[in-house]
């Protein structure tokens, strides 16, 4: 780790920053929402569907891509790719209330050497009227989120000679205290970056790892916020300020990193996934800066899996179970301490590799939007899953997954003003759900 400027950082109170956070609850302007951990809090929405398809309040033209939708001030924003006249990606700026767009930003973004390139995979990260959108290759904007003018920009391909992940880079920008934080896997310790989120100017970086996929979150450790990382080769704890490895935790990958996943923090514990090296949780030192594995399991190939081998969907953690999707499509729920399979569902996703749910949750319930562009409202316990409400949202397209006769929807909804914004290769759309 290099610091590049000394930074007197002050520690906000843990609670007073999630008060200030909630109090925007009903934005959505980041990956997983308001404090990215993949819980809707606003009230007066529905309980089931009353018929088996949403009724959509309005649609948007759009192109491929994977970047799930963000909210914020009345705004949606997502990102996509076009390839004809020439390879360009773009960043687009919606009105949330009636669909209509307000402003769009294209660059030329050829794409080399980046498996499924239907387009940006990176959620758009909303702070303090600012956009920040970072491309499959690294080009990397702080945009006026009201106007879409350009602030400061980046060619993070260039400058820190990324060690380019098969799909590109993708995990969503991270807001923490004047700073943007970045898992880009730059040659030498540059595999997380720190930029001054109002200048642009480098502040610190950190870790020799590659990079994977999966985006970073903060949690409170010791009474001090800390950095969580998966890198894919570790996961790791740092001092968002200044960079500081305060610890890793070495989570072997035996081939090419697949990790979608976010950490997920609970308790005290941290829980990580990937598709072909398994789960693993941690616990973090309640008294000191450090941290130990407390389990690691992995399954002899990608069908005859263990726990837990999930490629995209972010599990749910609640109570002493853990809940997520294997490998092919495999709803399960796990003991939390040690990872032992409780039990096993096929009716939420269809089995098919790499099957995918983005799980969110809602109250006493969990809200899942499936692959075949469904969402279902559910109860999850030890005893099953159980199926209250399911509707159709959006359909399936194929430029995400290629191969899928049937098309699938991997980008993560965002659910914001009693309403649910999704996104296929072809449209933004926008449901009510706001309860009668």
Not at 4 to 24: D, E, G
Not at 49 to 65: H, T
Not at 139 to 164: P, S
Request: overall charge neutral; aromatic content about 10%; charged content about 25%.
């Amino acid at each position: 780790m290099q610091p590049i400027q000394t930074r007197s950082a002050l520690n906000t109170v843990f609670t007073l920053v999630v008060v200030a956070q909630a109090a925007s609850a009903d934005d959505w302007p980041q990956w997983r929402g308001p404090q990215r951990d993949g819980v809707w809090r606003e009230t007066g929405i529905v309980e089931k569907f009353e018929k088996p398809e949403l009724e959509i309040q309005w649609r948007a033209k759009i192109g491929s891509g994977y970047t799930g939708p963000t909210v914020a001030d009345g705004r949606v924003y997502v990102s996509d790719r076009l390839v004809e006249p020439k390879q360009v990606e773009r960043v687009h700026c919606f009105d949330a209330r009636t669909g209509r767009p307000i402003w769009s930003h294209t660059y030329d973004c050829p794409y080399k050497d980046v498996s499924y390139d239907a387009g940006p995979r990176a959620s758009i990260t909303i702070d303090d009227g600012r956009a920040y959108a970072l491309g499959a290759m690294g080009n990397f904007f702080c945009l006026d989120a009201a106007t879409g003018k350009v602030l400061w920009e980046k060619d993070l391909h260039k400058e820190y000679r990324i060690r380019m992940p098969i799909w590109g880079i993708a995990a969503a920008p991270l807001i923490e205290d004047g700073l943007v934080i970045l898992q880009i896997g730059g040659e030498g310790d540059y595999c997380l970056v720190a930029f001054d989120r109002k200048t642009g100017a480098e502040r610190w970086h950190s870790l020799t790892d590659d990079a994977s996929y999966s985006a970073p979150i903060i949690v409170e450790q010791a009474g001090r916020r800390v950095l969580v990382c998966y890198t894919g080769e570790h996961i790791a704890g740092l001092d968002p300020a200044g960079g500081k490895v305060h610890w890793k935790v070495p989570f072997p990958k035996t081939r090419m990193i697949i990790g979608v996943a976010t950490p997920v923090h609970h308790n005290g514990l941290i829980f990580a996934t990937n598709f072909f090296d398994g789960s693993m949780l941690i616990r973090l030192d309640d008294k000191r800066l450090a941290a130990e594995k407390v389990w690691h399991r992995v399954g002899p190939s990608e069908k005859d899996t263990d726990s837990l081998q999930s490629i995209i969907a972010t599990p749910w953690l609640n109570g002493d179970y853990i809940y997520g999707v294997d490998s092919y499509g495999e709803l399960r729920c796990l003991k939390l301490m040690t990872g032992d399979r409780v039990w096993e569902s096929l009716d939420a996703t269809p089995k098919e590799r790499w099957g995918t749910i983005h799980f969110v949750q809602h109250g006493d319930k969990v809200w899942m939007f499936n692959e075949r562009g469904e969402l279902i409202i559910s109860a999850l316990s030890p005893e099953s899953f159980k199926e209250i409400s399911r509707a159709k949202l959006i359909s399936p397209t194929r430029d995400q997954l290629p191969s899928r006769r049937g098309g699938v929807c991997w980008s993560h909804p965002a659910f914001a003003n009693k309403c649910v914004f999704a996104r296929n290769d072809e449209e933004l759309v926008c449901a009510s759900l706001a309860a009668k």
